[in-house]
């Protein structure tokens, strides 16, 4: 399964690199080689910090939540499939609420505003997020494989999908309009989340969905109606390309006093 997954996103990342080039959704404007390069390298220290903190934590919960049948699913005894379906869709919310307190806590938006600060949105910047919001973020997933009781096997379905639908959003690919506009009813599209990507504040806070946009519609913070043309990417602070290099990004949460 750990194979198929890690094949279909390589796969689905270089896919929608190079429609990136071919139907761009937005103009870009740092060199695309440069811009993800850095976001790669972002990555690689969250990567780290996934595999240190995240992963072992993860494991022994959703272990103990399957030996123990502890948590809300776990009271049903439902059949395996309905079960893991349940999982992965109560993951999907409980996500879409952790995205909204990364916005409104100045502590957490510190460190989630390096993955905001991309000048360009594209399918690198799904991956580029700061170590320290990885760390932090154990503490949640932690407290959802809990509640919702998450097996093994719905977490690892659950990230899988995740993973493949934040590449997909986050792309810098021109859909046809018609077509984006149903998908959109369903999953977040790149428009969808170019708008929550902009660097007007109003804008910014809409469509948190990571996968499914119903939550989007259920909370009222659903937004289709800015044209791309007229968003700018990324945080007004940082809005030049000497203040999104490398080190300031990975520094920049542990000297910032600003609150958003």
Do not use: C
């Given at each position: 399964?750990?194979w198929v997954?890690?094949?279909?996103?390589?796969g689905?990342?270089a896919v929608?690199y190079f429609?990136?080039?071919?139907?761009?959704l937005?103009?870009?404007?740092?060199?695309?080689?440069i811009?993800?390069t850095?976001n790669?390298?972002?990555?690689?220290?969250?990567?780290?910090?996934?595999?240190?903190?995240?992963k072992?934590v993860?494991e022994?919960?959703?272990?103990?939540v399957?030996?123990?049948?502890?948590?809300?699913?776990?009271?049903?005894?439902l059949?395996?499939?309905?079960e893991?379906?349940l999982?992965?869709i109560?993951?999907?919310y409980t996500l879409?609420i952790?995205?909204v307190?990364t916005h409104?806590l100045?502590f957490?938006?510190?460190?989630h505003?390096?993955h905001?600060?991309?000048?360009?949105?594209t399918?690198s910047?799904?991956?580029?997020?700061h170590f320290g919001?990885?760390?932090?973020?154990?503490?949640?997933r932690?407290g959802q494989?809990?509640?919702?009781?998450?097996?093994?096997?719905?977490?690892q379905?659950?990230?899988s999908l995740?993973?493949?639908s934040?590449?997909?959003?986050?792309?810098?690919?021109?859909?046809?309009?018609k077509?984006?506009?149903?998908?959109?009813k369903?999953i977040?599209?790149?428009?969808?989340h170019?708008?929550h990507?902009?660097?007007e504040?109003?804008?910014?806070?809409?469509n948190w969905?990571s996968?499914?946009?119903v939550?989007?519609?259920?909370h009222?913070t659903f937004?289709?109606?800015?044209?791309q043309?007229?968003i700018?990417i990324?945080?007004r602070?940082?809005?030049i390309?000497?203040?999104?290099?490398?080190?300031?990004?990975?520094?920049?949460?542990?000297t910032?006093q600003?609150?958003?």
């Amino acid at each position: 399964m750990k194979w198929v997954s890690g094949v279909l996103s390589v796969g689905t990342f270089a896919v929608l690199y190079f429609f990136e080039r071919r139907r761009p959704l937005r103009p870009q404007l740092e060199q695309k080689e440069i811009q993800t390069t850095r976001n790669v390298a972002i990555a690689a220290a969250a990567g780290l910090a996934l595999n240190l903190f995240e992963k072992p934590v993860a494991e022994k919960f959703t272990r103990f939540v399957e030996e123990k049948h502890f948590g809300l699913l776990k009271i049903f005894h439902l059949p395996k499939f309905l079960e893991i379906t349940l999982a992965v869709i109560l993951l999907d919310y409980t996500l879409y609420i952790w995205h909204v307190l990364t916005h409104k806590l100045p502590f957490l938006w510190r460190f989630h505003q390096i993955h905001h600060t991309d000048l360009d949105l594209t399918a690198s910047t799904a991956i580029r997020f700061h170590f320290g919001e990885i760390t932090i973020s154990v503490l949640f997933r932690a407290g959802q494989i809990l509640l919702i009781g998450v097996s093994p096997n719905a977490l690892q379905i659950w990230q899988s999908l995740l993973f493949l639908s934040i590449l997909f959003h986050h792309s810098n690919v021109r859909l046809p309009k018609k077509l984006e506009e149903k998908i959109q009813k369903i999953i977040v599209t790149p428009r969808l989340h170019g708008i929550h990507h902009s660097i007007e504040e109003n804008e910014m806070n809409s469509n948190w969905s990571s996968g499914l946009t119903v939550w989007d519609l259920l909370h009222g913070t659903f937004r289709n109606d800015v044209s791309q043309n007229e968003i700018t990417i990324g945080v007004r602070e940082f809005e030049i390309v000497e203040k999104v290099e490398l080190q300031k990004m990975l520094i920049e949460p542990f000297t910032t006093q600003k609150q958003f």
